[in-house]
C-alpha cells in the first residue's frame, strides 16, 4: 500500500503563497502525497518581487532524477522556471521517465506583475516543455506571450488557443480571470478538438496571490487520484473557488493576500 505521489517542479516563494509553497498546500489538502524540486529562490511578498536566485541546472537535474527513481509520482506539475537552461534540463530529464500526467503552467508574470520568466525562455519553454504536456495552463498574459496575439474576447482566446496548439500543445486549459465581468470562463481545449467551458462568478477580493500555482497543483492532484481531464479540471476549479472564498476577507500581508488552502483538508490517500 502507498501513498498517492505527486510532484512540483517551481519557484519557492519565501510568503507561502505562490509556488512551491503553495503547491504543497494544495496537493496535501487534496489527500496527495507532495515531492518537489526547486528551480529557483525568490525574494517575495505579497507586495511584489525583489529577488531571484535560479538553481543551477545540474542540481535541479538531480533533485528531479532523485524524486523521479525512488519517490516515483503519479502526476507532476511544473510551474516558474526561470531560464532557458532550466528548461533544457527539465525536458531532457523528463524525456527519460515519460511521466503520465505532466500539467505545466507557464508561470512568467506574478499577480503584482513582476516578470518571473526570462524573455529569452519563451521561445526554449515553447520548443522544448510545452509539447511534452498533458495539460497546459496559462493565464491570460500568458496565452498572449505564447500565442502572439491579443486576447480581449472568447473568440480571441479560441484564436489564441488554435495558435498554441499548432506549437504541439495536447491540452489547452486557458484562464479567463483577467477578463472583466460578473463571470470568470477558463476554456478547455482537446486533442480531438473539443472544446469545454468552466464558469463561475467573481468572487471580489484582492487575495489571489498564488491561485494560478493553486489550480494547477489542483488538477495535478485529481489527475493522479484518478480523474479524467475534464473532470479533474472542474474539481479544481471548485477547490480553487472555495480556497479563495474561504480567505478573502482574511489579511495577510498589504498586498494580494493567498487563498485559503486549507478551508477542508483531506487525509493521504493510500492505494
Given at each position: 500500500m502507498v501513498y498517492l505521489k505527486t510532484l512540483t517542479v517551481a519557484g519557492s516563494d519565501s510568503c507561502g503563497g505562490a509556488g512551491i509553497q503553495a503547491d504543497i498546500k494544495t496537493m496535501s489538502a487534496l489527500g496527495c502525497y507532495a515531492a518537489s524540486v526547486v528551480t529557483s529562490v525568490t525574494a517575495q511578498n505579497t507586495i511584489g518581487v525583489s529577488a531571484i536566485q535560479p538553481i543551477a541546472p545540474n542540481v535541479v537535474a538531480a533533485q528531479l532524477r532523485a524524486v523521479m527513481d525512488d519517490i516515483r509520482p503519479d502526476a507532476?506539475?511544473?510551474?516558474?522556471?526561470?531560464?532557458?537552461?532550466?528548461?533544457?534540463?527539465?525536458?531532457?530529464?523528463?524525456?527519460?521517465?515519460?511521466?503520465?500526467?505532466?500539467?505545466?503552467?507557464?508561470?512568467?508574470?506574478?499577480?503584482?506583475?513582476?516578470?518571473?520568466?526570462?524573455?529569452?525562455?519563451?521561445?526554449?519553454?515553447?520548443?522544448?516543455?510545452?509539447?511534452?504536456?498533458?495539460?497546459?495552463?496559462?493565464?491570460?498574459?500568458?496565452?498572449?506571450v505564447l500565442s502572439g496575439i491579443a486576447i480581449r474576447s472568447e473568440e480571441q482566446m479560441d484564436n489564441a488557443a488554435r495558435l498554441m496548439m499548432n506549437l504541439g500543445c495536447r491540452n489547452l486549459l486557458i484562464k479567463g480571470g483577467h477578463i472583466e465581468g460578473n463571470e470568470k470562463a477558463d476554456r478547455l481545449y482537446r486533442h480531438d478538438g473539443s472544446c469545454t467551458v468552466f464558469a463561475g462568478k467573481t468572487i471580489e477580493t484582492r487575495n489571489t496571490h498564488g491561485t494560478g500555482c493553486t489550480l494547477s497543483s489542483a488538477i495535478a492532484s485529481f489527475l493522479a487520484r484518478g480523474e479524467e481531464l475534464a473532470g479533474a479540471v472542474q474539481l479544481a476549479k471548485d477547490y480553487v473557488g472555495k480556497a479563495i472564498s474561504a480567505g478573502a476577507d482574511v489579511q495577510i500581508g498589504s498586498g494580494h493576500g493567498p487563498v485559503n488552502h486549507f478551508f477542508q483538508p483531506e487525509k493521504l490517500i493510500k492505494r
Open positions: 507532476i506539475k511544473i510551474g516558474m522556471v526561470n531560464d532557458a537552461a532550466t528548461i533544457r534540463t527539465i525536458a531532457d530529464v523528463l524525456a527519460e521517465y515519460k511521466p503520465r500526467h505532466l500539467v505545466v503552467d507557464p508561470v512568467m508574470v506574478s499577480t503584482s506583475g513582476s516578470q518571473l520568466m526570462e524573455e529569452t525562455a519563451v521561445q526554449t519553454f515553447c520548443e522544448r516543455l510545452l509539447p511534452m504536456a498533458s495539460l497546459l495552463t496559462p493565464n491570460i498574459p500568458e496565452a498572449e
